[in-house]
């Protein structure tokens, strides 16, 4: 028998439906949900993901602004591009779409966003909420994305052992640190690229996380049987049986079905929940700077 899967489509478009009225409620004070998305160069997967970021928008009513700049502008230039939007109060959210080029510092330009309008979730300010265990700031997209799917999809958590293979400022660090805050109380292991025998720290995990960008490297025998899978990688992989040349594929081998009581697919388990997460933080941003108005 297969794993049950863990919809990510159809539990984002619950989470639509629920923001949808919200952004009905704010219409009502004269405020319409502003989400600013800045991409720099000409990476295709980042231009996908952004387009889809600015489609969801669209469908849901929030407004969005998206600028595309060139991938030789100095950095100087997109600092001016955030001053800009950090003081634009129409703008509720700022999300500058990872990864910058080279000769960007990433984590500099994350330090110049108001935390208040740091939908990402990646401000020191916001991380350090996450790490003093306060869920109360701007709790990054994937990670909450997982979380909140693996708890709509009825997973009990509370004192299980789950693993997580990598630790990324974006998924694997804050998902290791949501996942043993306190309510949530799973046991974390944060496994990365220097682990000793992956594969005996994976099969210990009741619920098992893959986000190290390694095409199918979560093979069954690394996963205890009745395990939650969740699979956050998105990977090209040439194929020259597809007419495009390649397909996607997550980090975790499909096969692992056999093995798992719950795995999310790719595409659509993690993917539509890490965008309703950032459309629900550019919501939430909106209502709190109106109350404070
Ligand atoms: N690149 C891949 N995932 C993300 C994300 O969640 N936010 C941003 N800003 N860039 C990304």
């Given at each position: 028998m297969g794993a049950q899967r863990l919809?990510?489509?159809?539990?984002a478009s619950s989470i639509e439906a629920n923001l949808l009225l919200r952004i009905e409620q704010l219409s009502h004070q004269g405020v319409v949900p502003h989400l600013a998305v800045i991409i720099v160069g000409d990476d295709p997967a980042s231009h996908v993901y952004v387009n889809s970021k600015i489609a969801t928008c669209k469908r849901l009513g929030i407004q969005s602004t998206h600028i595309e700049l060139?991938?030789?502008?100095?950095?100087n230039d997109l600092i001016k591009h955030v001053i800009q939007l950090n003081e634009d109060e129409s703008?509720?959210?700022i999300l500058i779409q990872s990864p910058l080029p080279q000769h960007?510092?990433?984590?500099?330009?994350?330090d110049?966003?108001?935390?208040t309008k740091d939908v990402d979730g990646f401000h020191p300010t916001n991380l350090g909420r996450l790490v003093q265990g306060r869920l109360d700031g701007m709790i990054p997209c994937t990670p909450h994305g997982v979380l909140r799917l693996l708890e709509w999809s009825g997973v009990q958590l509370r004192g299980k052992k789950a693993v997580v293979i990598g630790r990324s400022r974006i998924v694997g660090m804050p998902l290791?640190?949501?996942?043993?805050?306190?309510?949530?109380?799973?046991?974390?292991?944060?496994?990365?690229?220097r682990t000793e025998d992956l594969a005996k720290v994976c099969a210990e995990a009741d619920v098992l996380v893959a986000a190290v960008g390694i095409p199918e490297l979560v093979q069954p025998q690394w996963v205890k049987s009745g395990a939650v899978v969740v699979d956050?990688?998105?990977?090209?992989?040439?194929?020259?049986?597809?007419?495009?040349?390649?397909?996607?594929?997550?980090?975790?081998?499909?096969?692992?079905?056999?093995v798992a009581s719950w795995l999310s697919p790719v595409p659509g388990g993690v993917g539509p929940m890490t965008i309703a997460m950032l459309m629900e933080n550019t919501v939430r941003s909106a209502e709190l700077m109106s109350s404070n108005e």
């Open positions: 919809d990510g489509k159809q539990c060139p991938s030789n502008i100095g950095q703008v509720h959210g960007m510092d990433e984590e500099a330009m994350t110049l966003i108001d935390p290791s640190l949501l996942f043993a805050s306190r309510g949530i109380d799973l046991t974390v292991t944060v496994a990365h690229s956050v990688g998105i990977n090209r992989v040439e194929d020259s049986t597809h007419e495009r040349g390649w397909r996607l594929a997550g980090d975790v081998n499909p096969s692992v079905s056999e």
